[in-house]
């Protein structure tokens, strides 16, 4: 067993499986993409699995414990860790009230992070965009000698885009984005729980293909009449939408863990 599963407090391990598991049913990550917990009784330390694919998450076994200050492996028996894990412990170096973290590489976000048009609020379900969404693009921040594989490897790949998070000047403890674009990668999600980081990730997805279709639509529109401009949320909506979602958050849980229980392919044994 790993450091980790020794020690989490109890349902703790068991969640964050199923949330690898509903992460994989919903699309949003598939081989690839990871997601992280921070401890909630030790903050400086942060879990994640090992190095499987997240439908493969299945014990305790599976997890590993991770320092926030370094991302080294409290147990350092454990070499072979995600090598982006990175992106977790900046994200909760710099943010103490953030307790989960998502990387994907979702296909429909990723035009968003490429073409130069901002991904939007599109619907209430994702309010937690709010009006803007950054773009972290790595192309920038290279050194000599890096490898230039889109991979953020190290600590200050990672600071970079964790800062991505926080508005000029910002003092927030949480962050005042929820979701960050990466140019030819994907997205990071932050949330204060596993299950509300979980609901950004999926609603952020879905968010990204209504305006793909959205702008297709209107590409295709052959009217004589001059149509009026997308309306997205404003400050406001997403706001009060944003709220709705958080406190909402265990209807669409409870639903999406009785589908990976019934889907056959995933163990959850934690």
Known sequence: ?????????????????????ILHYHGVLDAYGHLSVRHPMQPDIFIMARQIAPALVSGLEDLVQYRVSDASSVDPSITDGYVERHIHSEIFKKFPDVYAVIHSHAESVIPYGIS????????????????????YDISAL?????????????????????????????????????????????????APSIEDCVLRAIYTQQNASIQTTVLMTRSGYRGSVPLPEVRVLNDGEAADSAVMTQWSSGRPWKLWVREIEQAGLYINNA
Not at 116 to 135: D, E, I, K, N, R
């Open 1 to 21: 067993m790993s450091a980790t599963g020794a020690s989490l407090p109890d349902g703790l391990g068991r969640k964050f499986i199923s949330g690898c598991h």
């Open 116 to 135: 130069g048009v901002p991904l939007q609020t599109c619907f209430h379900m994702a309010g937690f965009l709010g009006t803007s969404t950054p773009v």
């Open 142 to 190: 290279y050194n000599a000698g890096d490898k230039q594989d889109m991979l953020v490897r190290d600590t200050r790949l990672g600071k970079a885009l964790a800062d991505c998070f926080a508005n000029s000047n910002s003092e927030s403890r949480s962050g005042d984005h929820a979701v960050v674009m990466m140019r030819g990668h994907g997205m990071t999600v932050i």
